[in-house]
């Protein structure tokens, strides 16, 4: 039993808690630890998980989904895979609820310890629908309560809020669902929570839609099935309609702290640009205080920490495996690394897909910064490929090296433009970078479209005493809106031909002041 009383305004950790696309976060505490899985959609490993003993560090240290099989995200359309994960621990066991959009649908996933391994997941019978969570009454009796919306079948069905008791061995719902409480009637009531504290069962869901309505609503009752009764001050939490850096937030989970303070953390988005109308990095982890008075919760608007300190990370491949933070696309990492080249390089071989492809040859790591540097030296005696900035498979831009020759990409929606120059020099290894930086204003003050994106990209080749820069591109269309993508920037190294020995890749990245 939790009590809804506590200390209030407890230190808050600096946002973005988990920077880069990390949308939909769960979280939950076992004694002093905590930890928190998010949605990772057509990419695997699947399923990210973080631990954190203080809340303002964290780690990641796993996935819920590993092993083939337990997604089924091979084919899944963009948009589609590991949407919404609910991270709960009861008897012993972690418990991982979630829905595999397009793919195997809402399923059960438990591990004896967070670090996996995790079970290979239960499809729940009897669950129609998106963002399941999962709760118990003293009794032992597990409710599953979800958003109804029906994603099978031609146009999508919204059935509000709907709950069943489960059977969580089995993944069999013990009854026909039930509608609940569905927010103060905005739109795409979803990702409902149920807490029991100090004796009241508490429903928050988010309404009002992932975009910048998006919002955090809230309803009680003295028990877990209803009726429930909603906050007079709903929505809790919204960023609409106003000037915050952080907008979009919504997707709310509550946890209270090993000191008995109260936290929600949500996703957010930190939109940029002249109408500050794109966000690179997509739907992100962040975090704020919760009070209680009379027995509801007061949410803090959410706040962003000023920039902390530049971030550089080389990775020599020398481990021999990728670290966890790398992610390929409808496949696994293992399936996109074909062998390691002389010790501490990285191989790549093309097997006829490109950075177009639903499944390219790639392996990438979430752009975390506003602004950002990927840069790799690749071997690129026996084939093509470089370094990709992707949304999806629609909006990427690529800067690519082989025989002879070094070019650029630029793919957005229907069009495509490169831009191709000789390579500088004849070694077999070259050097790619692919940076963000401002956007740069005319001198003469003259503004024009061109520079309300929320940053440029540009595209480089090492010349050996320098850089010559083969296309400076707007942002915006590798952004969340434009993509219309449920993820954010992943920044990585792909094959396009033959076979590429990457040595290096180094990331660089900072945030700006507001
Ligand atoms: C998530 C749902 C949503 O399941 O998008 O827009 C889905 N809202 O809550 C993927 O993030």
Redesign the pocket.
């Known amino acids: 039993m939790t009590t809804a009383s506590g200390p209030n305004r407890p230190a808050t950790p600096d946002n973005p808690l988990i920077p880069g696309f990390h949308?939909?976060p769960s979280i939950c505490r076992v004694g002093d630890d905590y930890y928190i899985a998010v949605?990772s959609?057509e990419y695997l490993p699947g399923i990210p998980l973080f631990h954190s003993r203080d809340l303002s560090d964290w780690t990641l240290i796993g996935h819920v989904a590993e092993r083939p099989g337990q997604l089924d995200v091979g084919q899944v359309p963009t948009?589609g895979g590991a949407?919404?994960p609910t991270l709960r621990h009861h008897d012993g066991r972690f418990w991982c609820v979630v829905?595999d959009?397009m793919g195997r649908g809402s399923l059960i996933f438990t591990a004896e310890r967070p670090e996996g391994p995790w079970s290979d997941g239960t499809v729940m019978r009897g669950v129609d629908g998106?963002?399941p969570d999962i709760a118990w009454d003293e009794d032992g009796t597990c409710y599953v309560t979800y958003?109804g919306l029906l994603l099978s079948g031609g146009v999508p069905t919204h059935l509000g809020i709907q709950q069943v008791r489960m059977d969580p061995e089995t993944g069999q719902a013990l009854q026909e669902p039930r509608s609940l409480w569905s927010g103060t009637g905005l739109m795409?009531p979803?990702?409902p929570h149920l807490y029991s504290i100090d004796g009241t069962w508490y429903l928050m869901i988010?309404e009002g839609?992932?975009e910048r309505g998006?919002s955090v609503s809230i309803a009680r009752s003295d028990r877990p099935d209803g009726p429930f009764e909603g906050c007079p001050a709903n929505p809790v939490l919204s960023a609409r309609s106003t000037d915050r850096p952080v907008q979009n937030t919504g997707?709310g989970d509550l946890v209270r702290t090993a000191d008995g303070c109260w936290l929600m953390v949500m996703?957010g988005m930190r939109p940029r640009g002249m109408a500050r109308a794109f966000s690179p990095m997509g739907?992100e982890t962040f975090v704020t205080p919760v009070r209680w008075a009379d027995g509801w919760p007061v949410v803090e608007p959410v706040r962003l920490a000023e920039p902390g300190p530049a971030v550089s990370r080389h990775e020599d491949f020398a481990a021999g495996v990728p670290g966890p933070e790398w992610v390929a696309v409808r496949r696994s990492p293992s399936e996109v690394v074909s062998s390691y080249g002389r010790p501490g390089a990285l191989r790549l071989r093309a097997d006829g897909s490109d950075m177009d492809s639903l499944r390219p040859v790639f392996l990438g790591v979430r752009q975390e910064h506003e602004e950002a540097s990927f840069t790799a030296e690749l071997d690129v005696s026996s084939g093509t490929g470089g370094l990709s900035l992707r949304m999806d498979e629609l909006h990427h831009y690529d800067i690519e090296a082989g025989p002879g020759t070094v070019r650029a990409r630029a793919r957005v929606g229907p069009l495509s433009q490169s831009w191709e120059l000789p390579r500088p020099g004849d070694a077999s290894a070259v050097l790619l970078r692919i940076s963000t930086g401002p956007v740069t204003f005319p001198s003469d003050g003259r503004g024009s479209l061109e520079h309300g994106g929320p940053d440029t990209v540009r595209l480089s080749v090492g010349t050996g005493d320098g850089w010559q820069e083969l296309a400076a591109l707007d942002g915006r269309y590798v952004s969340a809106e434009i993509a219309a993508s449920?993820t954010g920037r992943v920044a990585g190294l792909y094959a396009a031909d033959g076979t590429v020995n990457v040595r290096w890749f180094h990331y660089e990245g900072h945030d700006t002041k507001r």
């Open positions: 949308p939909d949605s959609f948009m949407w919404a829905t959009a998106i963002d958003s795409f979803e990702a988010a839609g992932t998006h997707h996703l739907r449920f």
